[in-house]
């Protein structure tokens, strides 16, 4: 659903890019070394091993700030969406009697949108809605470890096996669809978005009947897509949204990989994205385009972000280096594409443009996705400069397009932010944009994004700490614990913090012998100064600890400045730590939609007394975890000010950049 929501001469003429949209000659051109039905066999290569190990979901637990956002997500939004989109999630039976079938024409996803060519697309959507509020529902429910949730999660779960077939077709087609497509399709979509919920349930239970579901599902898209005798992302059509979402389908086999380390699941995942890549498919992350030097990102966002971590798992499980090339290649391109926040373009297209901080916006399915696939990156190469990517889009672009005070997220946010009315900073070239505005649903437009508002911090959490070969790396700093097991020994660690709005973090560490453990920390790239009350080692990007003790508590404090940023050729932003500064702006609230569930609404914002601010020759900047202070310039009035600038976070209307007097 992050996705194709108005018919293509619509969307053309809303995004006034009709000069990129889909320039199928172009992109048939850069595909045609290799077409569909010609594509060769996949080489076995020897993987990679990963250098950081995920811990299972169950092993780490948020707390401090991070504990309370999740349990208001499921008082607000994340706990509630299917109560406040009913028809969406609850009366559409989309994997068990509303499976779809030929005779199904139309179906009801909440947009506002014509009928005509993408007609057929919106029939899968409540899948993607249902399944991908399913994951992050479930998931805040495991690591909040609500007793209320865990059991309407294990009943959803439970639902969810009895509609598998005696094949082990999990899914949203009858007999007479599934399988059979040259055209678009949400066949891989729906199973992607379904399982990983499924795999976070497995993760937490341990149960061997859910793992036995989701291998028997898994088998049967191999049996129906024999690996290197078949093409599932062929289409006759070069757009097809939910067919290339399928794509996201590698998420599973992957992770089925680093579970029971079946070699046909890594085989699998390096075919479906080679098939991918050969077919005439308008999207990025195809090998000709990445490898075209001169090619510009142009596909929908959250496609081209979450693709990302499909190419990095093939490239990565097969060491082929075609695609290792492809991959630091398609980083390049994604670099430019990303604000001052980490979030990268998704307002819906990426269109060949470079981010701006007023003029592109991002969208929360993209800022998702692009930090899923950074966390994936960070696990198979151990590079730290992936945790600050991963840092930077939650702590920044992910909690600046949160409301601060009401249960509600943007569905597309700009760095600067002039006003939330709908529009992208009150441009009418869109006349049916309505996505600038907090929203518990965004119905109008599609209900993809506030599900994975409620993913991205379970997501978050899960990669907080994870496991190298000596034993624990802490590679995403936040309040949480972590209980595992290290040498044979059971070990708890308690980081106890305010970070990223406090640089200091306390470490109680207990285990069960006398074994040593080894426990690395990463040192930010940011932090000017380190000071600890024990002992410690450098290991590149890491601080290394190692005890013997059974109970340690100790504290590590990372020092830093007001840091200034060039943006663009003629803007700075600021930052202190991993957070992104902001200069709030002023807004009248207004309520534009009451849901039928007590205390959910749909809110919009006007600046008032709106000026924007240049920086002087002598800021005199200074800040601490809260604030950073300094002169600025008064644009409309040529005076100086003195300034506080906020955390991204928390602000609703704001100035991120400015320019030089």
């Not at 890491?542 to 005890?547: E, G, I, N």
Request: hydrophobic share 35%; glycine share 6%.
């Amino acid at each position: 659903m992050d996705m194709f929501v108005d018919n293509l001469t619509h969307m053309a003429k809303a995004l006034n890019l009709l000069t990129f949209v889909f320039l199928g000659t172009v992109l048939v051109t850069s595909c045609s070394k290799q077409r569909s039905g010609q594509l060769q066999e996949t080489e076995q290569h020897q993987s990679l091993s990963e250098k950081l190990q995920l811990l299972r979901l169950s092993e780490i637990k948020p707390t401090g700030w991070l504990e309370k956002q999740m349990v208001g997500d499921l008082d607000g939004f994340t706990g509630h969406l299917d109560s406040i989109v009913p028809d969406l999630i609850l009366k559409d039976d989309i994997y068990g009697k509303d499976r779809l079938s030929k005779s199904v024409k139309t179906k009801d996803v909440g947009a506002i949108t014509d009928d005509g060519l993408w007609q057929v697309q919106f029939l899968w959507w409540n899948s993607e809605t249902q399944s991908n509020w399913w994951d992050g529902y479930l998931r805040n429910a495991i690591l909040t470890g609500n007793a209320y949730h865990l059991a309407r999660a294990e009943k959803y779960v439970n639902k969810i096996l009895h509609t598998q077939d005696e094949d082990g077709y999990l899914g949203i087609y009858d007999q007479e669809l599934r399988y059979k497509f040259d055209n678009e399709n949400g066949e891989l979509w729906s199973k992607a978005t379904l399982l990983r919920g499924l795999l976070g349930w497995y993760e937490y239970t341990q149960d061997e009947k859910v793992l036995d579901a989701i291998e028997k599902a898994a088998q049967n898209i191999i049996n129906n897509y024999p690996i290197n005798a078949s093409h599932p992302f062929y289409s006759t059509n070069p757009d097809a949204g939910g067919l290339t979402h399928g794509l996201m389908i590698t998420d599973i086999f992957e992770r089925l990989f680093q579970l029971t380390k079946k070699s046909e699941y890594k085989s699998y995942c390096v075919f479906l994205y080679k098939d991918f890549s050969a077919n005439k498919l308008n999207e990025d992350a195809q090998i000709p385009k990445l490898m075209d030097s001169a090619y510009k990102l142009r596909g929908h966002g959250a496609h081209t972000f979450e693709h990302l971590r499909a190419l990095s798992a093939a490239a990565y499980l097969s060491e082929d280096p075609e695609l290792m090339n492809a991959l630091d290649n398609f980083l390049k391109k994604i670099a430019g594409t990303t604000a001052p926040s980490g979030g990268p373009i998704g307002d819906e297209w990426i269109g060949q443009r470079e981010a701006d901080a007023t003029t592109t916006g991002y969208e929360f399915c993209s800022t998702h996705e692009l930090m899923h696939s950074y966390i994936s990156l960070l696990g198979k190469t151990g590079a730290m400069e992936y945790a600050e990517k991963v840092e930077r889009v939650f702590f920044n672009a992910a909690q600046g397009a949160r409301h601060p005070q009401h249960s509600a997220i943007a569905y597309l946010k700009t760095d600067n932010s002039f006003s939330m009315n709908g529009k992208r900073n009150d441009d009418t070239t869109q006349p049916k944009q309505t996505r600038y505005k907090y929203s518990p649903a965004h119905q109008d437009a599609a209900v993809c994004c506030v599900p994975n508002a409620g993913r991205i911090g379970p997501y978050y959490v899960q990669s907080m700490w994870m496991k190298d070969t000596e034993g624990l790396v802490a590679t995403l700093l936040g309040p949480s614990e972590v209980s595992t097991e290290i040498n044979g020994e059971n070990v708890l660690i308690k980081e106890i913090t305010d970070y990223p709005y406090s640089n200091s973090i306390r470490f109680v560490v207990e285990k069960s012998g006398n074994k040593t453990l080894t426990l690395k920390i990463r040192k930010p790239a940011w932090a000017d100064e380190i000071t600890s009350s024990v002992d410690y080692q450098k290991e590149g990007d890491l601080l290394v600890f190692r005890f013997e003790k059974e109970l340690m508590d100790f504290e590590v404090a990372f020092k830093t400045s007001v840091k200034e940023h060039s943006f663009k050729e003629d803007e700075v932003y600021f930052t202190y730590g991993s957070l992104v500064y902001a200069l709030p702006i002023s807004g009248q609230e207004t309520i534009s939609k009451n849901f039928p569930v007590s205390g959910f609404h749909d809110y919009q914002y006007s600046p008032l007394g709106f000026a924007r601010y240049l920086l002087p020759t002598a800021p005199n900047l200074a800040g601490d975890d809260s604030k950073i202070t300094g002169v600025f310039l008064n644009e409309k009035t040529r005076k100086q000010e003195n300034r506080e600038l906020v955390p991204m976070g928390k602000t609703i209307l704001r100035q991120v950049t400015f320019q030089r007097e």
